[in-house]
Nanobody, 115 residues
Framework: EVQLVESGVGVVQPGVSLRLACAAS????????MNWVRQSPGKGLEWVSA????????YYSQAMEGRVTIARDTAKNTLYLQMNSLKFDDMAVYYC????????WGQGTQVTVSS
């Protein structure tokens, strides 16, 4: 059974940094393209970032490029998303997603940006 469990501090102020983690089981983060996808209140799903199966290429949405870094630790079987200079628009539920076809999803972790 595939399980993806996202975690990270829930409420942050604008301008701060935050790291999200996604602990995987039943699937290896090193065996697939891994994604972060978010959904803001009242909006659809938005792809944020991806790292390829080899771990040597990373991809970022235009909205997030320059402020986020995706990484993985295959020994811990965990995916990360480092987000810097958080904005109110970054408030969303962030999902860890396996595969370029979005085969498996975590339950999501809420990031609230509030002053």
């Amino acid at each position: 059974e595939v399980q993806l469990v996202e975690s990270g501090v829930g409420v942050v102020q604008p301008g701060v940094s935050l790291r999200l983690a996604c602990a995987a089981s039943g699937v290896g983060v090193g065996g697939y393209t891994m994604n972060w996808v978010r959904q803001s209140p009242g909006k659809g799903l938005e792809w944020v970032s991806a790292i390829n199966r080899n771990g040597d290429r990373t991809y970022y949405s235009q909205a997030m490029e320059g402020r986020v870094t995706i990484a993985r630790d295959t020994a811990k079987n965990t995916l990360y998303l480092q987000m810097n200079s958080l904005k109110f628009d970054d408030m969303a539920v962030y999902y860890c997603v396996v595969g370029w076809r979005y085969d498996y999803w975590g339950q999501g972790t809420q990031v609230t940006v509030s002053s």
